[in-house]
T-cell receptor, first 118, second 111 residues
Framework: DTEVTQTPKHLVMGMTNKKSLKCEQH?????MYWYKQKAKKPPELMFV???????INESVPSRFSPECPNSSLLNLHLHALQPEDSALYLC?????????????????FGAGSRLTVL | RKEVEQDPGPFNVPEGATVAFNCTYS??????FFWYRQDCRKEPKLLMS???SGNEDGRFTAQLNRASQYISLLIRDSKLSDSATYLC????????????FGAGTRLFVKA
């Protein structure tokens, strides 16, 4: 069983809907991530939170809005999405340690939320 | 140019074969290096971290050459269960870690 829990596992939404993806971890990790993965492509970084503050936004369209309410939770709010946004959305977390030190920034992924936009 | 580049694959090998994956990265500020494995329709999982001194975990050996910005993974005595996509991953940063995945190399091990 994964230590990062994502809900829902599957989501179908229309282009005018507002929905949210949720991610939870209880490993004490202080960095949390959202990735987007299309079929037969690698995960593509979207956002990184460090100590509940947004530290990296990879020029993601504003129709995706991340939120980190506390150190264990990460949300991705979705609004006015396009069909091309259909993908697997992966949440991950990592220790906030010194880069290059064993164990630091090793990502633990959730099982993902598979999103279909109609 | 992509920040992390890998052999395009796929690699089709018989059981027992030795297979090598190569990866290059373009950002010299990269600090941490990994190989992840991803099975079909599953999330990526850490296979091993990669250190400049090289490291080995059973049948798997990883090496890093910082001067050449090159990372490798060697799998010896391939098993059917090794069939998966192998992702080269590079990370940098002091706040959140910017962790970038290569395109992945698909491995098929056949009986």
């Amino acid at each position: 069983d994964t230590e990062v829990t994502q809900t829902p596992k599957h989501l179908v939404m229309g282009m005018t809907n507002k929905k949210s993806l949720k991610c939870e971890q209880h490993m004490g990790h202080r960095a949390m991530y959202w990735y987007k993965q299309k079929a037969k492509k690698p995960p593509e970084l979207m956002f990184v939170y460090s100590y509940e503050k947004l530290s990296i936004n990879e020029s993601v369209p504003s129709r995706f809005s991340p939120e980190c309410p506390n150190s264990s939770l990460l949300n991705l709010h979705l609004h006015a999405l396009q069909p091309e946004d259909s993908a697997l959305y992966l949440c991950a977390s990592s220790h906030k340690g010194l880069a290059g030190i064993s164990g630091a920034n090793v990502l633990t992924f959730g099982a993902g939320s598979r999103l279909t936009v109609l | 140019r992509k920040e992390v580049e890998q052999d395009p694959g796929p690699f089709n090998v018989p059981e027992g074969a030795t297979v090598a994956f190569n990866c290059t990265y373009s950002n010299s500020a990269s600090q941490s290096f990994f190989w992840y494995r991803q099975d079909c329709r599953k999330e990526p999982k850490l296979l091993m971290s990669v250190y400049s001194s090289g490291n080995e975990d059973g049948r798997f050996t990883a090496q890093l050459n910082r001067a050449s910005q090159y990372i490798s993974l060697l799998i010896r005595d391939s098993k059917l269960s090794d069939s998966a996509t192998y992702l080269c991953v590079v990370s940098r940063g002091t706040g959140g870690f910017k962790t970038i995945f290569g395109a992945g190399t698909r491995l098929f091990v056949k009986a």
